[in-house]
């Protein structure tokens, strides 16, 4: 079973610059999750989407980030305009459930360095 | 707003040894409780998770996690070490109930260094 599929892997960019980060679920995959990982710290949740629409984006940027989740499959992040302090790894999980039973599958991160 | 704090940033352990990951919660009524792990250049993994029921609970590579209500927290142990458990661990929170808004909240890792 293929896994959780991100790209690019890394991204740099220069401030006030945009970016787009990609992820593609395992299939069939009902919950999709975007977490902003900072160095040294633990996956922040930014936007949670159950098939195509969104759940929770309490704690997205709305000012400079976007999400979109087509069809309820493949889903992009947006950053526009990208600040210093977005500098961080852009994790995407899925589950197969609606409900949270703590069985994320993870990908392997988009790394973003904003300079 | 529910937290969780990992109190030990860093922990050393000689391959071989226990190990104990400390993890307290901060939440109105009992949560879901997870821990997971960060291999380097490997997206995170499920190494258990705690409902409901018996408060010890095992789970994947020989890992066990104790929930105490009283103490608010969430221990992973280990009873013996191997080098390939050197990873960066963390402590996970969820509201139970499911539905809706339920994404993790983790806490901010604990970095395991194994010793020959």
């Known amino acids: 079973e293929a896994g959780v599929a991100q790209s690019p892997r890394y991204k740099i960019i220069e401030k006030r610059q945009s970016v787009a980060f990609w992820c593609n679920p395992i299939?069939?995959?009902?919950?999709l999750y975007w977490y902003q990982q900072i160095l040294g710290q633990g996956p922040k949740l930014l936007i949670q989407f159950q098939n195509n629409g969104v759940v929770d984006d309490s704690q997205l940027p709305k000012d400079r980030f976007s999400a979109e989740r087509l069809k309820g499959v493949d889903s992009t992040l947006k950053i526009q305009p990208a600040k210093l302090e977005d500098s961080a790894v852009y994790l995407c999980?899925?589950?197969?459930?609606?409900?949270?039973?703590?069985?994320?599958?993870f990908g392997e991160g988009s790394r973003l360095t904003v300079l | 707003a529910q937290s969780v704090t990992q109190p030990d940033i860093h922990i050393t352990v000689s391959e071989g040894a226990s190990l104990e990951l400390r993890c307290n919660y901060s939440y109105g009524a009992t949560p879901y409780l997870f821990w997971y792990v960060q291999s380097p250049g490997q997206g995170l993994q499920l190494l258990l998770k705690y409902f409901s029921g018996d408060t010890l609970v095992q789970g994947i590579k020989g890992f066990e996690a104790e929930f105490k209500r009283s103490q608010s927290s969430f221990n992973l142990r280990k009873p013996s070490v191997h080098w390939s458990d050197a990873a960066e661990y963390f402590c996970a929170v969820a509201p139970s109930g499911g539905g809706g808004a339920d994404g993790l909240t983790f806490g901010k890792g604990t970095h395991l260094i194994i010793q020959p």
């Open positions: 999980a899925s589950s197969p459930y609606a409900t949270n039973t703590g069985e994320l599958f």
């Open positions: 299939s069939g995959h009902a919950t």
